[in-house]
Each structure stands twice: as C-alpha cells, then as structure tokens.
C-alpha cells in the first residue's frame, strides 16, 4: 500500500502556523502509524460528543437486543420466535434505509437525528414500562423491535452524513476506524453486559439503562450545530430515492464499494453453519458455537485498535480490494482447520481484514459523494450491510444441505477471492483511485 503524509503530525520545529516548513518531511510517531488515531476527537468537540454519545446509546441498544431475545424464548420457548425477532428488525432496516437516506438529504439532519433518537428512546421506555408492570406478550415485543429499526433507519443515515462536515477529509479514515471500535465493542460487550444485567435485576433493568444510554445520544444531537444539507442555490428541492440510486449508477467507484462487500458478505459469509461446525469439526457445544461468533468481533476489535496506519492510506480503493480477498482467503482457511484455536484465529484474521474494507468504504461513500446526495447514500449503505449477511446465510446454509459445511466455507471463501479479482480487474480505476482526489 502507499501512504501520504499526514498534516496533522508535524514536528516540534514547524512554523507556529501548524504548517511543515518547505521541504520537511514531519516525523510520525511509531504509535501513530500503530494505535487508532485519535485525531478526530482531540479536533472537533461535535465529533467527540457524536462519538461517545453514540458509543453509550449502542452498548445500550444491543443489551436490549439481547434481553428482547431472552424475553421472548422466556414466553414462548421457541427458537422459531427468537428468529422472528431478526425478521423484524431486518425489513423495515431494508424498506426504510432508503427512504431515511432521502430524508436526510431533506431536512436538517440535526433535526432528523434528534426526532429518530428520541422516537427509540421512547421505544426502550415502553420496554421497560411493561416488563415493570408485568405485561409479556410476545406481539408488543416484535412490534417494539420493528419500530426501533425503523428509528435506527432515520437515524443512521443522517449522522453518518453529518461526519464529513464536522472532520476534514484526511481525519475521515480515523474516524471510521473509531466507529468500527464503536460497533465490534458494542457487539462483544453489549450481550455479555445484558446477560448478566437480566440474570441479576430482570428484563426491565436493561430496558432502563437502555433509556439512560439513549440520554447520551440525544445530548451530543443537541449540542450540534444545524446539519442542512447542501443543495446549493434555488429553494430546497424534494430528495427523491430513485434520484439517489440514479446517482449511484452513473458513479462506478462507489458501485464498487457496494459490490465488493457484497462479495464478502453474500459469498463468504459461514455464520449460519457454526452450530453444525462446533459439532461436526471441533466436537464442541454451544460454548464452541459463542467461541466462533465472537472471534471475528475480536478480530474486528484488533483491527480498531491497531488502525493508526490507515491514515496513511491513498489508494483506498487498492485497500478495498485486498481487505475483501483477505477476508475470502481467512474464511478459506478456516473451512480448512480441524483444530478449535486455529479456526478461531482465521476468523480473528477475517474480521480484521473487514475492519480495514470497512473503514475505506466508509470513507469513499463520505468523502466521493457530494453532501446533498450523502443521506441516499448512507441509505443504501444500511441495506447492503442489513440485507447482505442474511443472503449470505441463506446461500451457506443451502450450499451445506446439499454437499457438506466444508464445501460451503472453503468454496465461498474462494469465490469471494475469485470475484473481487474480477471486479478489481474489470474496473482497473478503482484500485487507482486516490483519496487526494476523490472521484466517485
């Protein structure tokens, strides 16, 4: 990979001005190419409280998650319930992920990300309302879950698009990489914290500290500035959701963004065989299955935490590319191990290699996408990444009816290698596209 030299880590000697002297080449830090970079939240107070408001309310979202999914095994005693819970989550993320991102490209996005904060807020009060008055039916929980991803539909979109205009171009990589470590830790820390909470205090404990997370959210929106969007000259026009995806297909970088983590994500994606896979290859039990569905989170997390080099990063389109079929080859090889913690290091690997994908398509979509489009953007963005992981099950668990769990991981682990070459070979442009001049 090529790297760049980052501006805002010159020497001690530079002018007072902050700016190198003519022919100075400043010096980074070792930790600053190793450690996530933490630029974006020393620069903008905005972002800062963005992120950690943001960073509270998902811990406290996926204790919910969890504690929904307990509740509703608790009334029921059905796995087949539990599973309608995703159900109900994932349709209204793909039908109103679009129309969020219209949205945002609307009204101010400030507005937009107080009222959806506030409508899940109220959402997890409701939760919380009737698990303390007792009241366990299973249809307020789904309707509940499905009126939170609509929130988190609204929201998403418009503060994704509200980074690029609280950071400067070169901070958008760190700031990525920072909402990776938001996201895996959440994820990791979120369902541990929710288990022990509900074992201990009942169901409406989380929901309650679901509300009070939410509070942190809800103030950084609050102190933000005013988020329009920039529509230029003339009166504010209506966004239209067919206008976005026009957009999209006259813009063949960022078609590759989505294409690429379509590879991944539908291709390689071996989740849904793990129960089979503990069994039939590791001889282990549930334990082996919480095993194999946190690795890749922690590799993810690694992949944070170690992520001060992508600053320094150009050709993120190259780095796309090579995350992608990183990711393919790591699922490969796990398809391949019959030992536990060699498995569980590929997987480590893979998430690592997602986390890296992940920061440079974050930032092509923000930094390539004029600001009156960035909502419809982010909107398709959340339907990929809602929409792919289910495809991906769904053709893993029919590959390993018909032939075996190994077929099915190995064979999607280099397919998805096979086509993201393929991709990047028939769009040459995208693994030379240069963040010093992003063309979309």
């Not at 409406?204 to 939410?214: G, M, P, S, T, W």
Request: hydrophobic fraction near 50%; glycine fraction near 12%; proline fraction near 6%.
């Amino acid at each position: 990979m090529v790297y760049c030299r980052v501006p805002s880590t010159t020497t001690s000697d530079a002018p007072a001005d902050g700016r190198a002297g003519a022919g100075d080449k400043p010096r980074i830090p070792l930790r600053g190419r190793i450690f996530a970079d933490l630029t974006p939240l020393r620069t903008s107070p905005d972002y800062r409280r963005l992120w950690c408001g943001n960073t509270v309310s998902w811990m406290g979202q996926q204790m919910t998650a969890l504690a929904v999914s307990l509740q509703v095994y608790a009334i029921t005693g059905s796995t087949f319930s539990v599973g309608l819970v995703g159900l109900c989550s994932l349709v209204p993320l793909v039908v109103f992920g679009l129309y969020g991102g219209a949205i945002a490209d609307t009204v101010d996005r400030r507005k937009l990300g107080l009222a959806s904060a506030t409508g899940a807020t109220v959402m997890s009060v409701v939760l919380a309302a009737a698990a303390l008055a007792g009241y366990h039916r299973v249809w307020l929980l789904y309707t509940v879950v499905a009126l939170q991803a609509v929130c988190f539909a609204m929201n998403s979109p418009a503060r994704s698009s509200m980074i690029p205009r609280l950071l400067p171009t070169e901070q958008l990589p760190a700031a990525n990489a920072l909402q990776s470590l938001t996201t895996n830790l959440g994820l990791m820390g979120g369902p541990m914290l929710g288990g022990v909470i509900v074992g201990l205090w009942g169901y409406q404990a989380a929901y309650l500290i679901d509300v009070v997370a939410f509070g942190a959210s809800l103030y950084a929106m609050w102190r933000l500035p005013a988020m329009r969007p920039d529509q230029g000259e003339g009166p504010p026009r209506r966004a239209s959701v067919l206008d976005g995806l026009r957009f999209l297909a006259t813009r063949p970088n960022l078609r590759m963004t989505f294409f690429a983590d379509l590879a991944a994500m539908v291709l390689a994606q071996p989740r849904a065989l793990y129960p089979a896979i503990a069994a039939l290859w590791f001889g282990g039990d549930a334990k082996t299955v919480g095993l194999l569905v946190a690795a890749p989170a922690v590799g993810a997390v690694l992949g944070g935490l170690f992520s001060g080099w992508l600053g320094g990063v150009r050709r993120h389109g190259l780095a796309i590319l090579l995350g992608v079929a990183a990711w393919g080859a790591a699922i490969a090889a796990f398809g391949l191990s019959r030992h536990l913690w060699l498995g569980l290091f590929f997987l480590a690997v893979a998430g690592c290699a997602d986390t890296v994908s992940m920061v440079f398509r974050s930032t092509m979509l923000q930094a390539a996408t004029p600001d009156e489009m960035r909502g419809r953007l982010q909107g398709v963005f959340i339907v990929v990444v809602a929409g792919g992981p289910r495809l991906g099950d769904f053709l893993a668990g029919s590959t390993a009816n018909l032939s075996s769990p190994a077929v099915a991981v190995v064979g999607g682990g280099l397919a998805c290698v096979l086509v993201v070459t393929a991709l990047g070979l028939g769009r040459r442009a995208f693994a030379r596209y240069d963040a010093r001049d992003p063309q979309p």
